[in-house]
C-alpha cells in the first residue's frame, strides 16, 4: 500500500507538471505573436502576389498595348497643307481613311490589341457623325495576312473592299458619338496641342460598349495635330474586357469559388475608389460597375482590406495595388487606376486559424491527458511533438533566465537552428553560448526585415526570430519562412525579367538608372548602348511573329553575349540597352563590330537579311545631368547608325 501511494504521488506530481507545462507552452507560442505573425506573413504573401500581376498588366499596358508612336507620326504625315478641312467634300474624307487605313490595321496588329481607331475632328453638320476608322481583331495573338479574324466597326464601305474585310452587324459609315461614352475621344482631344510629345496626353477610358450590343472594352487613345497644330482628331487602340483578363489568373487559391481579380480607378484624391472593370458571373454578382468599394483597412504597410457591405456573401479580402498609368503633371496624372485583387477571408487566413486550431486542442487535450498515467502522457507528448515537427508551420520555442544559466527549447529549435547533437546539449546547460550563438547569426545576416539566411552543405534555409523579456526572463519563437523568402525572391525577378528574351525590362531599366543617377560623378566611367533592330517588321510582315520573336530573341543573346561586362535591358519591342561601367570607347568600339557581325549569322537560316543598328555614348560630368541625357546622345547616335545603312 506504501508503495502504490508513492507512486499515485508520483503520477500526480507527473501530471500536474505536465498539465502546468502545456500551460505555459500554449502561453509562450501566444504572447510570442506566432498566430499575428501567421496572419502578417499571409498578408504579405498575398500582397506580394497582387503587386505581381499589377507590374506584369501595367507593363503589357504601358509598354505592349500603347507602343504605337510610329504609326501616329505616319497618320500626321498624311495633313499637310493640301489635307482636308472641314466643309470639304466627303469624298475627299473617304479617299483620305482609305490611304490612312493599312496604318491604323498594321498599329492593331503591332501592338495586338483587339482593335484599333482613328476618328477625325470632321463632324456633318448639325450632328456629332465624326468621320472614323475603326478596325477589330477577334484573335490579337496571331496576324493574318488575309485579315481572316479582322472586322471593321465604323468607316467607309470602300475601305473594307480595298482591304477585303467583313463590317460588324453594328457597323456604321460615320461613328455617333452621342449614341455611346465619348471620353475616350473628347478628353484626349480637349488637349490636342499641349505639348509635341502626345505619349504625355494619352487617356485611359473606363470600360464602355464601342457600338450598342458590342462587347465593353477600354481604350487608350492620343490626340493628334497637323504639322501647323491645327487640331485633327484622335487615335488610338482598344482592349475587350475579355482579353485584358486573359492577362490575369483566375484564381488567388485552390478553392472552387474564385473571385480574381477586378480594376477599380480614383477621379481624383478625394473620390471613391470605384469599381471599374469586371469579369465573371461571380465578380458581378458581388460587385456592380461604377459602385464605390467600402475597405476596412487591416494591414496598411501590404495594402490589404476587409470588403464591406457585400451582403450575405462570404467574407472577401482585398489586395490593392496601385498602377502608374500617366505620367506626372500630365492632364490625366489624377485619375488613378488599381489592381484589386480578391480573396475568401476563410483561404487567406487558413494557416493562422490552422495554428488557433492546433494551440486550442492541444491545451485542452493536455488538460484531459493529464488524469491518465504518466506513460501514456510521456507517449503522447512524443506522438504530439512527431506531428509538430510535420506540421505546415514550423515553430520552435526557447526560454532563458537571468537566475539560471540554463536554456529550455522545443524539439524544434535545434533542427530550425541547424544545431549539432554536441551544440544542442551544450546550450541547455549554457546560456551565455546559446546568446553568443544567436548574435553571431544576427551579424552574418545582412537583411533589414530581420530574417537568418542558414547555410548547411549547400543547403539554405530561412528562419525569423521573434524575442521578448519580461521580469529577467527571455522567450524566443523561432519560424521557418523559406518558403516564404523564395516565393519573394521569384517573384522579384519575375518583376524585372522580360518574359520573352530573359534579359531585364524596362521597369529594372527605370529602377536601376535612378540608381545610377544618384551615384554618378566626375571621373566615372559609364557608357550606355542603345540598339535597335533592323527589318523586324518586314520580318512579321513576311514570315509571321514567331519569326519575329526568335529574331528578338536571338538579338538578346548576342547583346548579352557581346557585352559580358554589362546589364542588358530591354526597353521597347526591338529596343535594348546597355549599361556599361569602367569600359574604354576602344573596348566598346570592338564590342560594337563584334556584336554587328554576331547579327549577320542569323541570315544564314532566317530566310532575310538582319541587322542591328547601334549607338552609344560616354558619360561626360560636366554636361550630362544624368543618365537620361547620356541615353539620349546614345539613341541619337543610334539613329545615325540606322540612317547610314539606309543610304
Known sequence: ?????IAQKLALAFIVSAVLQSIV?????VAGGVIRHSKENSYAIFAEKVSGQADNLENQMISVWTNFEHYTAQIRQYFTDEAIKGGETAGSVDELLEGIAPVVLDSMYYTKTTGAFLILNEVEPGTNNHAALYFRNANPNRTDVRNASTY???????VAQRLHLVTDANWGYRLDLDAIDSDFYGKPFGNVGLTEDTKLLGYWSKPFRPAPGAEEVITYSVPLDDKKGNPIGVFGVEISVHHLYKNL?????????????IIGTRDGEDSPLRVSVLNGALQKSVFSEGEPLELDLVDEANGICRLKGTGEQKELYAGVNEMGMYYNNTPFSGEKWYLIGLIDGSELLKSPQQISTILAISFLVSLFLGTVLALVISRWFTKYSRLMELSEVPVGVFEMSRHNNRVLMTMQVPRLLRLSREQERRFARDRDAFSAYLRELYEQSENEDGTLLLDSCGQESWIRISRKERNGVAVGVIEDVTEEMRQKKMLEVERDCDGMTGVKNRMAFERETAAFNEELEAGKSLCMVMCDLNGLKQANDR?????????????????????????????????????????????VRGEVTALKREMKHFGHYSGFRPGISVGYAFYDAETDRSLSDVLDRADKAMYEDKYHKEQ
Open 25 to 29: 507552452m500554449w502561453a509562450v507560442l
Open 543 to 587: 514570315f509571321g511573329h514567331n519569326m519575329g520573336d526568335e529574331y528578338i530573341r536571338y538579338a538578346a543573346a548576342a547583346i548579352r553575349k557581346t557585352f559580358a561586362w554589362g546589364e542588358v535591358y530591354r526597353i521597347g519591342g526591338d529596343e535594348f540597352v546597355v549599361l556599361l561601367v569602367n569600359r574604354l570607347p576602344d573596348e
Open 1 to 5: 500500500m506504501k508503495s502504490k501511494s
Open 152 to 158: 471593321m466597326l465604323y468607316g467607309p464601305w470602300n
Open 249 to 261: 489568373p483566375a484564381s488567388q487559391g485552390p478553392g472552387p469559388e474564385s473571385y480574381g481579380y
